[in-house]
Nanobody
C-alpha cells in the first residue's frame, strides 16, 4: 500500500492562497489516481479534486472549479493542490488519498483505499 503525507495547510484570510502537497512513497504515482478530499464536522468527506497521474485526467468539484488546480510532480512523487481565492467555506481538514486509475472519473471517497493523516485549512479573517 502507498503511504501518503499531506503538508501545506494553515490559516489564511479570505481571498488568499494556499498550496497543499501530498507526498507518496512506496509506489510510483503512475499506478494511481490521487485525490484531495475535505472533511468538516457533521458532513461526509467531500471530493475536491482528483488526478489520474498517468493519463493526466482531472476532476474538480463544482465549488472549486476555476480556483483550485491539481498537478503532479513525478520527479518528487508528489501531487499538489493550488488553492486560490479561498473562501470561508473552503475550511476543513484536507486529506489526500490513492485509488485506482479509474477513480478519477467519480472522485468519491469510497473509491480510495489509502489515506494520509490530513492537514487543516482555516479560511478566516
Amino acid at each position: 500500500q502507498p503511504q501518503l503525507v499531506e503538508s501545506g495547510g494553515g490559516l489564511v484570510q479570505p481571498g488568499g492562497s494556499l498550496r497543499l502537497s501530498c507526498a507518496v512513497s512506496r509506489f510510483s504515482l503512475d499506478y494511481y489516481t490521487i485525490g484531495w478530499f475535505r472533511q468538516v464536522p457533521g458532513k461526509e468527506r467531500e471530493g475536491i479534486s482528483c488526478i489520474s497521474v498517468k493519463s493526466g485526467s482531472t476532476n474538480y468539484a463544482d465549488s472549486v472549479k476555476g480556483r483550485f488546480t491539481i498537478s503532479s510532480d513525478n520527479a518528487k512523487n508528489t501531487v499538489n493542490l493550488q488553492m486560490n481565492s479561498l473562501k470561508p467555506e473552503d475550511t476543513g481538514v484536507y486529506y489526500c488519498a490513492a485509488g485506482s486509475r479509474t477513480a478519477v472519473e467519480r472522485c468519491v471517497s469510497r473509491d480510495f483505499g489509502s489515506w494520509g493523516q490530513g492537514t487543516q485549512v482555516l479560511v478566516s479573517s
